[in-house]
C-alpha cells in the first residue's frame, strides 16, 4: 500500500463523511493525538529506530514507545500526543505534540480529519488526528518523553488475527490488543489504530469506545 495521492484522497474522504462520535470531557481532560501516515522507510517498523539508510514509499503509521522514566505508562507503545491547552484545537494539540515528542514540523494543511474521541480510565479523553506526514526525514525523539520511534507498514494493522480479543470483568466490554510483529499493542493506543484501520483504510463503520483497556494501561 503506497503513500500517494490516492491513499490521501481515499482517506480523507472517508474521514469527510465519518459522523465523529465526540464526547463530553465531565471530569475528564482533554487530550489529542496524532494517527501520522509516513512513508515506511527501511528497517524502522519494530526495532529500535534511527533514520533507515534506505527508503520506501510504502505507508505506514508513526508511533513510539513511551520513555522508561516516565510516571505514568512508561515502556508502552503510543501515538505522539498530550494535553490540548487552554485555547488549542485538538488539531493544533495534536501537531505541536508531534513537533514536540519526536520533531516533526506540519502545517494544518496536512490533517486529514478526526476519529472517535475515546475515553481512558486514567481520566482523559483523547481526540485522534489523522494527519499526513509523507516522507518525514530527520526524526528525533524528544528524551524526556520518548524512547523511540517506530514506522509500522500499514499493511501490520491489516492482519487477519487482528485485533485480539479477551473478556473484561463487563462483558460488554471486551479488552482490546493490536498484534505488531511478535508482540501487541494496548488500548487505548490500540482501539485507535483499529478504528483507523476500519473506517479510513477497509472503509467499514466501526465504533471502538465500548473495548475495555488492559488493568496495566489504567494507570
Do not use: K
Not at 5 to 13: D, H, P, Q, S, V
Not at 27 to 34: K, L, Y
Request: aromatic share 6%.
Amino acid at each position: 500500500m503506497l503513500l500517494d495521492a490516492g491513499l490521501r484522497a481515499t482517506i480523507a474522504g472517508r474521514l469527510a463523511s465519518w459522523p465523529v462520535q465526540a464526547l463530553d470531557l465531565g471530569e475528564h481532560r482533554h487530550a489529542a493525538v496524532a494517527v501520522a501516515l509516513i512513508e515506511e522507510g527501511t528497517g524502522a517498523a519494530l526495532p529500535h529506530m534511527h533514520e533507515p539508510a534506505g527508503w520506501s514509499l510504502a505507508a505506514a503509521l508513526l508511533l513510539t514507545r513511551r520513555a522508561s522514566g516516565l510516571n505514568r505508562h512508561a515502556g508502552q507503545w503510543a501515538l505522539p500526543g498530550g494535553r490540548v491547552d487552554p485555547g488549542e484545537t485538538a488539531e493544533q494539540a495534536a501537531l505541536r505534540e508531534l513537533h514536540e515528542e519526536v520533531g516533526l514540523q506540519l502545517g494544518p494543511e496536512t490533517v486529514l480529519g478526526r476519529l472517535d474521541d475515546y475515553a481512558t480510565r486514567s481520566g482523559y479523553v483523547i481526540t485522534p488526528v489523522v494527519v499526513w506526514a509523507g516522507a518525514a526525514t530527520g526524526l528525533v525523539p524528544s528524551p524526556a518523553e520518548v524512547a523511540s520511534i517506530h514506522r509500522i507498514p500499514l499493511e501490520e494493522f491489516m492482519r487477519t488475527d487482528a485485533p485480539l480479543l479477551e473478556p473484561s470483568e463487563d462483558p460488554a466490554r471486551p479488552i482490546l490488543r493490536m498484534p505488531v510483529g511478535q508482540g501487541w499493542i494496548a488500548a487505548p493506543t490500540a482501539a485507535v489504530l483499529y478504528q483507523f484501520r476500519e473506517v479510513c483504510v477497509a472503509g467499514r463503520p466501526t465504533r471502538v469506545a465500548h473495548f475495555e483497556q488492559p488493568l496495566f494501561a489504567r494507570r
